[in-house]
T-cell receptor, first 112, second 113 residues
Framework: EAQVTQNPRYLITVTGKKLTVTCSQN?????MSWYRQDPGLGLRQIYY???????DKGDVPEGYKVSRKEKRNFPLILESPSPNQTSLYFC???????????FGSGTRLTVV | AQTVTQSQPEMSVQEAETVTLSCTYD???????LFWYKQPPSRQMILVIR??????QNATENRFSVNFQKAAKSFSLKISDSQLGDTAMYFC??????????FGKGTRLHILP
């Protein structure tokens, strides 16, 4: 089944404790992206990657890192999480031809 | 900057009624793609319908159809014979030539029994 697998689904952590949210896709898509979703703000792009070893900042990149060492994986790293990073996070990948995103199931992150 | 605006933060309709969700966007591009995504309480993001800007014909998917007005930069979603399972947040989205998808802030739709 074609899918984007994102883990964990829920995560509660403390301020300053480094964490990684994993994302993997099995569709051989070149384009992958991370979004955060907050009430009243919709989905905002954090980082994106157009291919292996190519990553770029989105609209809200501060406090986040990503890497794209392999085509299928695109982890999101929070080196020192803060409470304002409490949010719902989505990983997504996209094929060619304007087909739109396939989304992961989301990660609800709470930073206390 | 390219933007997507959904002017209705929340709507409620009775089951079996028809409902239209509004979306406008701003771009100087001529070729692009537009989408409606549905996010039910499970929070999964589900693609509902897709429209290619160079196609004049409005896209339809079963009970879901769009009214695409390119000159007006409008892309509304019509849900016919609404069902309880249509209760969700709906996001309008625009795909630009740089492969970036820009989302509206969403419309929360309640289908009432």
């Amino acid at each position: 089944e074609a899918q984007v697998t994102q883990n964990p689904r829920y995560l509660i952590t403390v301020t300053g404790k480094k964490l990684t949210v994993t994302c993997s896709q099995n569709m051989n898509h070149e384009y992958m992206s991370w979004y955060r979703q907050d009430p009243g703000l919709g989905l905002r792009q954090i980082y994106y990657s157009m291919n292996v070893e190519v990553t770029d900042k989105g609209d809200v990149p501060e406090g986040y890192k990503v890497s794209r060492k392999e085509k299928r994986n695109f982890p999101l790293i929070l080196e020192s999480p803060s409470p304002n990073q409490t949010s719902l996070y989505f990983c997504a990948s996209m094929g060619q031809g304007g087909v739109g995103y396939t989304f992961g199931s989301g990660t609800r992150l709470t930073v206390v | 900057a390219q933007t997507v605006t959904q002017s209705q933060p929340e709507m409620s309709v009775q089951e079996a009624e028809t409902v239209t969700l509004s979306c406008t966007y701003d771009t100087s591009e001529n070729n692009y793609y537009l989408f409606w995504y549905k996010q039910p309480p499970s929070r999964q993001m589900i693609l509902v319908i897709r429209q290619e800007a160079y196609k004049q014909q409005n896209a339809t998917e079963n009970r879901f159809s769009v009214n695409f007005q390119k000159a007006a930069k409008s892309f509304s979603l019509k849900i016919s014979d609404s069902q309880l399972g249509d209760t969700a947040m709906y996001f309008c989205a625009f795909l630009n030539r740089d492969d970036k998808i820009i989302f509206g802030k969403g419309t929360r739709l309640h289908i009432l029994p």
